[in-house]
């Protein structure tokens, strides 16, 4: 009787030390699964963070291509204006150059009379 007692009561033991270690194993786990959750709201937030980055990261780069579209415009209807006011200098001086020829004619011919 006493061995069964003892055995007994050891077995009560065993089980309440199982039964505590289960509690403790998922009290902890408990605890794993709430810090890996936290863990995941907060990495979705800084995904969610960093999407909102790229989106305006992205607008700003459609804008900056639009305002470098429109300078190139600018540059090339300047260049075009340049090269248009380039060509009447020219032509204006050859005039100034061919009337300065003929001045000088007219003078010597003026000259001579």
Known sequence: MMKCRLI?????????SLALAGC????????ELAEV??????????LADVKNDRNMLQKQ???????RNEAVKEIT????RINELTKKF???SKIIRELQEHLKKMQAAIEKL
């Open 61 to 67: 780069v459609v804008e900056l291509i639009r305002t």
């Open 24 to 31: 403790e194993g998922g009290a902890r786990e408990g605890s």
């Open 77 to 80: 209807n300047s260049q075009d």
């Open 90 to 92: 020219e032509e204006q």
């Open 37 to 46: 959750k936290a863990a995941l709201e907060k990495t979705q937030e800084e």
């Open 8 to 16: 007994l009561t050891s077995l009560i033991v065993l089980a309440c």
